[in-house]
């Protein structure tokens, strides 16, 4: 099982300047490039290195538990006529897909001799990745996190803290993801020699939003070994999966991207409506701008102060989206739909009741799209169910009619 190195083939990923068509790139405080700049240097010859992979490769398996299942719904399939598989990133250690990510930076991070980490998190699946790989490694870990998050995700916060992670709350702005970001990145900025920031999503100054979707294409990798074993075919009809930022979406997308007869669903966080100015429907509201060092498309006013998200999932709650995912809106590549907090909250139900699988709230948006979308009976469909619902557990439990 390879990292995806090797893509210069493809028009759907990053090109030599960082950039995915006009978005991308690397727009830094000079007191940072000096680490952006080591990075993209010798990211891919890190990876690339067979005894890089070799070790990668043996945590995904032996400690997160890799293989994820592709898991045939039956019940779901036969409500939406359709054969639906869902890839079980929920079953991973941490109880999502950020545990892909975080493994792969913190070992490229002692190759390149860091000594203390540093990340951001909005629904805590990121930070708790991130802590979680600390602990093995023996480096300090300090998560970011709005001071709202850490109220509505208090047992990822837990988790954090019990992993020996610093959480320091974000007080600024809407106090979620957006400004922990900006935290973690003014603290990278006071300690640029020691500290690696590990980003939890595709997004970020190049080589970050490539590097998270090369370690995040562990999901499509398996997705296409799995199907050709169940079906015969590698190539599903449809892919979905949840996009904030949109690491799991660009995992799950990686491989086929140059796979025209698969068809690639995104799915924003609508919120309380798009239009309803509560929403993260980032390709609907949101147009070229620059946010934590990426042109990309972004919710801003008409001059250019950055709109604050709304979602009720943590992890969907970003004004902007990565650099991969607004190419692929803007070619065309990726169908982006949206779905508000209710349509997810029910999607959620759903599967719990017809499958007996509590989803995360981000995965949920993904499920609650399956109702628009035109499946037909022969159809093959892969939903990337990106994260379990321990974690929402208490907004479900308030929501429960």
């Known amino acids: ?73 039956k019940r779901l399939s036969e409500k939406y006529k359709a054969k639906i598989y869902l890839k079980r990133e929920d079953l991973n250690h941490t109880g999502a897909h950020k545990v892909n990510n975080t493994i792969g930076q913190i070992l490229l991070a002692k190759r390149l001799g860091k000594k203390r980490i540093i990340a951001e998190t909005g629904a805590g699946q990121h930070g708790v990745a991130t802590a979680t790989v600390c602990a093995l490694m023996d480096l300090e870990c300090i998560v970011y996190m709005g001071s709202v998050d850490i109220q509505r995700q208090a047992p990822n916060v837990a988790r954090m803290k019990m992993l020996g992670a610093t959480v320091v709350p974000a007080t600024s702005g809407s106090k979620t993801l957006k400004d922990a970001t900006n935290e973690a990145i003014r603290d990278w900025i006071n300690n640029p020699v020691d500290t690696h920031y590990i980003i939890g999503s595709v997004v970020g100054p190049h080589p970050y939003p490539d590097m998270v979707a090369r370690f995040q294409s562990v999901i499509s990798e398996e997705i296409k070994q799995q199907l050709l074993e169940k079906t015969g075919s590698e190539d599903p009809d449809y892919v979905i999966a949840c996009v904030g930022g949109g690491s799991n979406a660009a995992g799950a997308f990686f491989h086929f991207t ?10 924003e966080a609508a ?6 100015g509560y929403s ?60 508000t907090d209710d349509e997810s909250l029910a999607a959620a139900y759903e599967l719990s009741l017809l499958e007996g699988i509590i989803p995360a709230l981000e995965s949920a948006h993904a499920l609650a799209k399956l ?8 159809n093959v469909v892969v939903v990337c169910l990106s994260g379990r619902g321990d974690k929402d557990l208490e907004t479900y439990i308030k929501h429960l009619k």
């Open 271 to 276: 919120g309380k409506g798009v239009n309803s």
């Open 1 to 73: 099982m390879d990292i995806a190195v090797n893509t210069s083939q493809s028009r759907y990923h990053v090109n030599e300047k960082g950039y995915y068509g006009q978005f991308g790139g690397a727009y830094i405080p000079e007191m940072l490039y000096p680490n952006v700049e080591e990075l993209r240097q010798q990211y891919l010859q890190i990876m690339s290195d067979p005894g890089f992979q070799q070790e990668f490769e043996q945590l995904l398996k032996d400690y997160v538990g890799r293989p994820s299942p592709l898991y045939f719904a």
């Open 280 to 339: 993260a429907a980032t390709s609907q509201l949101g147009r070229l701008g620059i946010i934590h060092a990426s042109k990309t498309l972004l919710m801003q006013t008409d001059d250019g102060q950055i709109v604050e998200p709304h979602s009720i999932s943590a992890g969907l709650d970003y004004p902007g989206v990565g650099p991969l995912h607004a190419h692929l809106y803007e070619t065309g590549r990726a169908q982006f739909l949206n779905a």
């Open 258 to 267: 140059d796979r025209g007869n698969v068809k690639l669903v995104a799915v």
């Open 371 to 378: 109702k628009e979308l035109p499946l037909q009976p022969d």
